[in-house]
């Protein structure tokens, strides 16, 4: 009778810590990619220990992190009421601060603490796209089609594109001395013409390379810290590029990254896919803002070794509102998107099937001890 009353009580917390152990190792592998590249040194590995700072918290490198911030568009400067003079940001974790990051963390999903909590660092720390996401902050979701319950997606102040008759021939060139030379030409050529067609596939907007560089509408570089546009680069593993809303034309990739178009051939944990890269910020040169799903094309963020490679229902929203549909689009390619996009979340969900089920084999053997 007692090992019938004992038995019970030592299965529940076998359970129990059975239970705990998973969503413990579920939290993790969540996070586990954005903590791995970040044992290597990078321009935002810095914010790593301002790691559970709150307000009232005074540690060296806020004022960094509220740079960040006004950067991004989050954090504004206070001015004095006497003058037009900026005041220097400070290394207290103060009320604004506070509002910024719950901001920041309701805006991405994440748990709203307010706090620099190991999701919000985590974050604020990937390799992300130098545009701003001021759209983003001021955004008002509007409801959509039956795919969609709201639109996600945004637009550049005054809704920007390109204003020509439809269908529309963009000319795109490399600049002929800003460039890398650890792909060849032929491999980034293809990355880019691979990017360009996804977003001509869906719109009546067709993307012809040229030689002639001063002439043409889209100019593509690669470049290093300054570079005579207002926005200079930083290093590894910051922002990696940005593009300008319509009709500017002007598209720069980082220099200093690891940019590659095949990880089976390049084993660097720091690695960037310049095709994701290129699928991204032609969206800006469309008229795209950033968007707040991550599996989109147009989320500002992209890990390591990370691939993002089919436009979503978002993206394709989007952009289709701005130019139409391409003739050749069907709905069929609208569902598959839509269907792609959660298979993310259906992979999550099998996992969790599997752990269920093993827990329920394990329960069973135990009952019949």
């Known amino acids: ?92 974790f103060d009320d604004h601060l506070e ?55 945004l637009y550049f102040p005054g809704q920007p594109r390109w204003n020509r008759e439809i269908p529309i021939n963009l000319t795109y060139a490399f600049s002929p001395q800003d460039m890398i030379n650890y792909l060849s030409m032929p491999e980034i050529r293809g990355a880019f013409a691979r990017s360009f067609s996804k977003w001509a596939s869906i719109i009546p907007v067709n993307f012809l390379e040229t030689q002639d560089y001063d002439l043409a509408d889209i100019k593509i570089g690669f470049y290093s810290g300054d570079h005579g546009d207002g926005d200079p ?47 991204h910020e032609i969206g800006h040169l469309l008229g795209l803002a950033h968007s707040t799903i991550e599996e989109s094309v147009m989320y500002p963020s992209l890990k390591p070794r990370e691939r993002k490679l089919k436009l979503r229902v978002d993206d394709i929203a989007g952009v289709q509102n701005l130019y139409g549909s391409n003739p050749n689009f069907t709905l069929g390619a609208l569902l598959e998107a839509e269907t792609s996009s959660s298979f993310h979340c259906i992979d999550h969900l099998r996992d969790t099937f599997h752990m269920l089920a093993s827990l329920a084999a394990f329960l069973v053997i135990c009952l019949c001890l």
């Open 1 to 92: 009778m007692l090992s019938f009353l004992i038995n019970p009580i030592s299965l529940y917390l076998i359970i129990s810590l059975l239970i705990t152990h998973s969503s413990s190792t579920m939290v993790q592998s969540h996070y586990h990619d954005h903590d791995h590249h970040h044992k290597h040194p990078h321009v935002w590995h810095k914010f790593n220990k301002l790691l559970n700072s709150k307000k009232g918290s005074r540690i060296q490198g806020i004022a960094e992190l509220k740079q960040y911030f006004h950067h991004f568009g989050y954090y504004h400067h206070i001015l004095p009421n006497n003058n037009h003079t900026k005041i220097p940001f400070t290394n207290k």
């Open 99 to 153: 509002d910024v990051v719950t901001r920041y963390q309701q805006i991405f999903g994440l748990p709203k603490t307010g706090t620099l909590d190991e999701s919000t660092i985590s974050l604020v720390m990937s390799p992300r796209c130098g545009v701003p996401d001021h759209n983003i902050i001021n955004k008002n979701p509007r409801p959509t089609s039956l795919l969609h319950g709201v639109q996600h997606y």
């Open 233 to 279: 680069f930083d290093g590894v593993l910051g922002v990696l590029a940005h593009a300008f809303s319509p009709e500017n034309g002007r598209f720069h990739l980082d220099a200093a990254e690891t940019w590659t178009v095949d990880f089976k051939s390049e084993n660097s944990k720091v690695a960037i896919d310049l095709e994701s890269v290129a699928l």
